[in-house]
C-alpha cells in the first residue's frame, strides 16, 4: 500500500521523462509531479498531462491508488484499442502508436 500520493503542476525547467509513456517531456512544458512514498521509498514521477488523466481514470475506473503503467496500458487497451481499426490480428497497432499518447485515445478522453 502507498502512503499516496501528493500531486502538483510544474513547469518543466529541463527535460524529463514521463514515468507512464516514457517519451519525453520538453523544456517549459508543463507537466504533473506525484510525490510520495511506496514501501519506503519516497518517489518523484513526472507526468504528462494527459498522461496523468489516465492514470486517473484507471484509478477511478478500479476505485484503487496504485498503478503501473502495464495495469494502465492494459486498461486503455481494453476500452479504446479494442474498437479500433487501426488494431490487426495480432492485437497490435498498425500505426505503432504509443498507446499514452495515441491521438485518438485523446480525442476520445476530451470528447467523454
Ligand atoms: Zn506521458
Not at 492494459?74 to 495515441?102: A, G
Request: charged share 40%; net charge negative.
Amino acid at each position: 500500500m502507498s502512503d499516496f500520493i501528493d500531486s502538483k503542476k510544474v513547469r518543466a525547467r529541463k527535460e524529463h521523462k514521463c514515468h507512464l509513456c516514457s517519451t519525453k517531456i520538453e523544456k517549459k512544458e508543463f507537466y504533473i509531479m506525484h510525490s510520495g512514498r511506496w514501501e519506503g521509498e519516497w518517489f518523484n514521477n513526472r507526468l504528462h498531462e494527459t498522461c496523468d488523466e489516465h492514470i486517473r481514470d484507471y484509478l477511478n475506473h478500479h476505485e484503487e491508488t496504485e498503478y503501473t503503467p502495464e495495469f494502465v496500458e492494459e486498461y486503455l487497451f481494453e476500452k479504446y484499442c479494442t474498437e479500433c481499426p487501426f488494431l490487426n490480428e495480432d492485437d497490435e497497432c498498425e500505426l505503432d502508436k504509443n498507446i499514452f499518447r495515441c491521438d485518438d485515445i485523446l480525442q476520445k478522453m476530451e470528447d467523454e
